[in-house]
C-alpha cells in the first residue's frame, strides 16, 4: 500500500519586506547599503532604501540611528549592520 500524495503544490515560503533607513552624507549608510544588498542577493530577496528625509515621522524617530535595517515593519539592526545576523533574521 502506498501513501497518498497531497496534490497540493507546496506553500510558498513567505518573503519578508525588507527595508534599509538611510540619509545623505551618512558615511555608516554606503557599509550598510553593502552589506543589505550582498545579502538580500544571496537570499534572492527584494529590498529597498528610504531615506528619513523624505520621511518627517522617520527623521524624527530615527535621526541618530541612521542607518537602520527594517525587516517586516520591526527595527532589527542599526549602525553597524551585522551581515551574519542579517541572514540569520531573513532565513527564520
Known sequence: MTQSQ???PPAPKPRHELVLLTKPGCHLCV???ETVAAVAGEL???WEEKSILDDPALEARFAEE???V???GVQRDFWHIDPARLRR????
Open 44 to 46: 534572492g530577496l527584494p
Open 6 to 8: 497531497d496534490p497540493r
Open 66 to 68: 541612521i542607518p537602520v
Open 31 to 33: 557599509a550598510a547599503r
Open 89 to 92: 533574521l531573513l532565513s527564520a
Open 70 to 72: 527594517m525587516i517586516d
